[in-house]
């Protein structure tokens, strides 16, 4: 069966530094992967996707950018916080190339202080 | 761009009763998917219930059903015999059938549900 997982679970950043979230997914291959921001009271907003390696679609201008290693393997990144940048972080996956189904991690909450 | 209403910040009923949550949406498309996800206390986003928008057939799931009104762009949610579990967020959801071989949802801000006991 299929996993994703997502680290560090929480986490508490001062501005400007830098930040790290990775995403794995277990139990399938070449996946479409996903990175949203859930801000407080609001929905989510999708924020990278990927359809393969090195490949990084950005839906929203911002503070942060996003990798894809390997194929199972997702990472958002910032060189330096704002404190705009505090939420949680959710990762998807979904099947390729058909699926209107995402599967999402637990999430990362980050607090910038 | 397609875009997602979430009328209901917040909702609660009792448990036992029947409750239905609001959703309208916005697009030119013709060919796409609504959904519910559910967001319990755990933040685990869960998916609860799908539609496709060439089927006229309302989706059903168990206790939750949907009510899909395509001319009026409406897609609400409808829990039957609520359950204490069912207290969560729940986000209505759009997704654009594009064809391409990546499939974004846009989310609506959420309806916070709590079941009474």
């Known amino acids: 069966s299929q996993t994703i997982h997502q680290w560090p679970a929480t986490l508490v950043q001062p501005v400007g530094s830098p930040l790290s979230l990775e995403c794995t997914v277990e139990?399938?291959?070449?996946?479409?992967l996903y990175w949203y921001r859930q801000a407080a009271g609001r929905g989510l907003q999708l924020l990278f996707y990927s359809v393969g390696i090195g490949q990084i679609s950005s839906e929203v201008p911002q503070n942060l950018s996003a990798s894809r290693p390997q194929d199972r393997q997702f990472i958002l990144s910032s060189k330096k916080l704002l404190l705009s940048d505090s939420g949680f972080y959710l990762c998807a996956w979904s099947t390729s190339p058909f699926s209107y189904e995402q599967y999402f991690g637990p999430g990362t909450r980050l607090t910038v202080t | 761009a397609q875009t997602v209403t979430q009328s209901q910040p917040e909702m609660s009923v009792q448990e036992a009763e029947t409750v239905t949550l609001s959703c309208t949406y916005d697009?030119?498309?013709?060919?796409?998917?609504l959904f519910w996800y559910k967001q319990p206390p755990s933040r685990q986003m869960i998916l609860v219930i799908r539609q496709e928008a060439y089927k006229q057939q309302n989706a059903t799931e168990n206790r939750f059903s949907v009510n899909f009104q395509k001319a009026a762009k409406s897609f609400s949610l409808k829990i039957s015999d609520s359950q204490l579990g069912d207290t969560a967020m729940y986000f209505c959801?759009?997704?654009?059938?594009?064809?391409?071989?990546?499939?974004?949802?846009?989310f609506g801000k959420g309806t916070l549900l709590t079941v009474n006991p």
């Open positions: 139990g399938t291959s070449n996946p479409n």
């Open positions: 959801a759009f997704m654009k059938h594009s064809g391409g071989s990546n499939y974004k949802l846009t």
């Open positions: 697009t030119s498309e013709n060919n796409y998917y």
